[in-house]
């Protein structure tokens, strides 16, 4: 059985400046019948829970620390029983939504996840935060890049522990080396390729 991608949109509350934004998040499923990795837990675990549908879930993966991102991560693990991969360098936003729980596991540079039968390998690419991170699906010709790269270019750098000039640095060396063709599945908004951001960034 062939290895699939599921996305599940999940709306709810953005938090930045003591001041609430409404937003839908983008949550990736990796897996097959059996099976499923999880890609970021936004808002609330339900919908997301309705997704997997009974499957075994391997793993939590956290794209970055951002409140839209994990506010669901402790509900989805106690639901699942997985673990949650989480980038160090995020450490203080994790605290600051989730100030009396613990991520699992360390997501570092390099890190391989095996589920159905392909693999995601993690690219730390900072900027949008420090621990921002990206999940690379050869196989799948996909790369799944939280908030670091989206349809029309990279993400927001307006927060607190983000950098312009470092998200650029990410992008050119970490993303911008893979296939044109690589699929580019956001935490927000609609798929691109790395090829269209390659163009609109050189415009």
Do not use: Y
């Not at 936003?93 to 159905?116: C, I, K, N, Q, S």
Request: proline residues 7%; charged residues 20%; glycine residues 10%.
């Amino acid at each position: 059985m062939a290895p699939r991608i599921d996305k599940v949109v999940v709306p709810g509350v953005f938090s930045l400046d003591g001041q609430d934004f409404d937003v839908e998040n983008n949550v990736w499923l990796v897996g097959d019948d059996d099976e499923v990795l999880v890609i970021d837990a936004p808002h609330d675990a339900a919908p997301i829970v309705e997704a997997i549908g009974g499957r075994r879930v391997t793993a939590i993966v956290l794209t970055h620390g951002h409140n839209d991102h994990i506010t669901a991560a402790p509900a989805l693990r106690e639901a699942t029983g997985a673990p949650i991969w989480f980038h160090s360098a995020d450490r203080m936003l994790w605290d600051m939504t989730h100030p009396d729980a613990e991520p699992d596991r360390e997501l570092a540079p390099g890190t391989r996840f095996a589920v159905a039968g392909t693999e995601l390998v993690a690219l730390h690419t900072p900027g949008h935060s420090p621990g921002s991170t990206c999940l690379h699906a050869p196989d799948l010709t996909t790369v799944f890049t939280g908030d670091t790269l989206f349809n029309g270019g990279p993400g927001a750098t307006g927060r607190s522990f983000s950098d312009h000039p470092t998200i650029l640095a990410s992008i050119r060396s970490q993303l911008f080396s893979l296939h044109g063709d690589t699929v580019v599945r956001t935490g927000h908004g609609d798929d691109t390729t790395i090829a269209a951001e390659l163009r609109s960034m050189d415009d």
